[in-house]
């Protein structure tokens, strides 16, 4: 299998815990990545314990869909079990990304499902983001478990005093949500102290949103 092993997922690992710090959606250590490759199936995932400055190419992890270490000098991120099993049981996902926002993650530790009042969240994260039940502790398969159910179809779940997971189909579009997450947490809590009331979108609306992200957004016409 090392001879499968592709260099540019390794650098797409390193650059995305750069971003991620630069984007202020993870401190220190904490938070993890991964990708996969729709070729191979092997996964790419940060190491553990490490500083994202620090991560070179050489320490990012490759493993199969079994959790086996098929090449690394480091140890894989504890929460492999939960990155792993997103892969397992979402096929229309190639990238994982944990982080550890402060908006977001408030919702997180009332265990309250974030709702989508922002047509950016709505298009490309869910109508709803739902909150991993029940509590498991990090680095544990059961998390992994809690998550996925909690994920859904979804491409975010709050994990409670923990953090956030985002999904997406390339490593962008995961970075993307986790933005748009953190972005529409924190509207809905000034919307709160605003004292209004927060329009809901209906039924009708999400579904023609969610459509025109899926198949008309950034498209061209046929006929252009």
Known sequence: MKDKIKESYRQLIVDTGIEMLDKGITVGTWGNISARDPETDLVYISPSGMDYLSIKAKHVVVM?????????????????????????????????????????????????????????????????????????????????????????????VLLPGHGALLVGTDMKMALKVSLVLEKNAQIYLYAKMLGGDIRAFKQNEIDFMQDFARNSYGKKNKGA
């Not at 869909?65 to 049981?89: C, R, W, Y």
């Not at 499902?113 to 739902?130: C, R, T, W």
């Open 64 to 156: 199969d869909l079994n959790l086996n270490v098929i090449d690394g000098e480091t140890e894989p991120s504890i929460e492999k079990h939960m990155h792993i099993a997103v892969f397992n049981t979402r096929k229309d996902v190639n990238a994982v990304v944990h982080t550890h926002p402060v908006y977001s993650s408030a919702f997180g530790t009332v265990e309250q499902p974030l709702p989508g009042i922002s047509e950016d969240f709505i298009q490309i994260v869910g109508a709803e983001v739902q909150v991993a039940r029940p509590y498991a502790l990090p680095g544990t398969a059961e998390l992994g478990e809690t998550a996925v159910a909690g994920l859904g179809d979804n491409n975010a």
